[in-house]
């Protein structure tokens, strides 16, 4: 009778059934990264010398970025605000002005304001808007998104573009569509009556495009209720020499594209209506103003003092 193949049993199988369990893999050998290398291991460069290379290196790039800020202080003192005379930015009424620029006003403003970090500035303002609230010279409606619709009762937009305008109710429909408490009204400032009180007014960049920015706020203290104040952002005449040489050259063609006068003084104005400032700050070469005031005669009690960036 034939015999049969006898079935293959595999070394492991009998090492099962004998209770000798299978061994477990051998580990894997850790390979040292370049990473996990120590210092100086494969590049030969010691800790101290790379240390000294560093030094070397902050040295360098420190001197050649003074030179490049003596270089553009000199190249802009002496060759762009020399040049050319300087023409006077007359007021004249740019409620046209701004309905041209309306649809494209963001577009162009916040590169600018992007690279200045202005967005800090305008939240800084914002905030400080609480009760029944004014903002004149809204524009676009910059200042919405910044707030703190919780802290106000009311709040009144108005400015002379109705393009604008209606781009603010835009966004602020977006941004508290359950907020009910919200007038938005083309008019011009001087035209506001006098029967509504608020307990804040602001206005954010709007002071240089008025024809006559005194007798503006001198309106807006009547708008104050009693304790009242009025917040500013705005920009005007710098604490450089310079960088005032720069903008009374530009002022003339700048007001006639974006209508305003930037190289006002605003704590001039600010006085000379009669306001009584209770916070300055001023920013970027000193030409940012943030000022809070207050009607002469009013009891306030002061506020905390804060800053986000001091350019």
Same mark, same amino acid.
């Given at each position: 009778?034939?015999?049969?193949?006898?079935?293959?049993? @595999?070394?492991? =199988?009998? @090492?099962?059934?004998?209770?000798?369990?299978?061994?477990?893999? &051998?580990?894997?050998?850790?390979?040292?990264?370049?990473?996990?290398?120590?210092?100086?291991?494969?590049?030969?460069?010691? &800790?101290?010398?790379?240390?000294?290379?560093?030094?070397?290196?902050?040295?360098?790039?420190?001197?050649?970025?003074?030179?490049? #800020?003596?270089?553009?202080? +000199?190249?802009?003192?002496?060759?762009?605000?020399?040049?050319?005379?300087?023409?006077?930015?007359? &007021?004249?009424?740019? =409620?046209?002005?701004?309905?041209? #620029?309306?649809?494209?006003?963001?577009?162009?403003? %916040?590169?600018?304001? #992007?690279?200045?970090?202005?967005?800090?500035? @305008?939240?800084?303002?914002?905030?400080?808007?609480?009760?029944?609230?004014?903002?004149?010279?809204?524009?676009? %409606?910059?200042?919405?998104? +910044? !707030?703190?619709?919780?802290?106000?009762?009311?709040? =009144?937009?108005?400015?002379?573009?109705?393009?604008?305008?209606?781009?603010?109710?835009?966004?602020?429909?977006?941004? +508290?569509?359950?907020?009910?408490?919200?007038?938005?009204?083309?008019?011009?400032?001087?035209? !506001?009556? !006098?029967?509504?009180?608020? /307990? =804040?007014?602001?206005?954010?960049? %709007?002071?240089?495009?008025?024809?006559? &920015?005194?007798?503006?706020?001198?309106? !807006?203290? /009547?708008?104050?209720?009693?304790?009242?104040?009025?917040?500013?952002?705005?920009? *005007?005449?710098?604490?450089?020499?310079?960088?005032?040489?720069?903008? $009374?050259?530009?002022?003339?063609?700048?007001?006639?594209?974006? %209508?305003?006068?930037? $190289?006002? /003084?605003? *704590? /001039?104005?600010?006085?000379?209506?009669?306001?009584?400032?209770?916070?300055?700050?001023?920013?970027?070469?000193?030409?940012?103003?943030?000022?809070?005031?207050?009607?002469?005669?009013?009891?306030?009690?002061?506020?905390?003092?804060?800053?986000?960036?001091?350019?």
């Amino acid at each position: 009778m034939p015999q049969l193949p006898k079935p293959k049993i @595999r070394a492991a =199988t009998v @090492r099962s059934a004998l209770g000798n369990p299978t061994p477990p893999p &051998p580990p894997r050998m850790k390979v040292q990264t370049s990473r996990s290398a120590p210092k100086g291991s494969d590049t030969g460069i010691s &800790p101290a010398e790379m240390k000294e290379r560093r030094r070397k290196f902050l040295i360098t790039a420190g001197g050649l970025y003074g030179t490049f #800020l003596v270089g553009a202080y +000199y190249w802009i003192s002496h060759v762009v605000a020399q040049g050319g005379p300087y023409e006077e930015a007359k &007021p004249r009424d740019t =409620t046209q002005t701004y309905e041209e #620029l309306a649809k494209q006003y963001d577009r162009i403003i %916040g590169r600018d304001e #992007l690279f200045m970090g202005l967005s800090f500035w @305008r939240k800084d303002v914002a905030k400080q808007a609480t009760g029944d609230v004014l903002e004149v010279s809204c524009g676009t %409606g910059r200042n919405v998104s +910044y !707030l703190n619709i919780p802290a106000v009762k009311s709040i =009144t937009f108005v400015d002379a573009s109705k393009q604008m305008v209606e781009q603010t109710k835009e966004k602020f429909k977006d941004h +508290y569509p359950k907020y009910q408490h919200a007038q938005f009204l083309t008019k011009k400032v001087e035209d !506001l009556p !006098l029967d509504i009180k608020y /307990d =804040t007014v602001f206005e954010t960049f %709007g002071l240089c495009s008025h024809e006559d &920015p005194v007798y503006v706020l001198m309106h !807006l203290q /009547d708008l104050l209720k009693p304790g009242g104040k009025i917040v500013l952002l705005e920009h *005007g005449r710098g604490t450089w020499d310079f960088v005032n040489r720069i903008l $009374n050259k530009s002022a003339a063609s700048r007001a006639e594209v974006f %209508g305003c006068r930037w $190289n006002l /003084d605003i *704590g /001039d104005i600010v006085r000379k209506s009669g306001l009584v400032i209770d916070k300055e700050s001023r920013s970027h070469f000193g030409t940012t103003w943030t000022i809070i005031a207050h009607r002469a005669g009013d009891v306030i009690s002061p506020e905390p003092k804060k800053r986000f960036f001091i350019w």
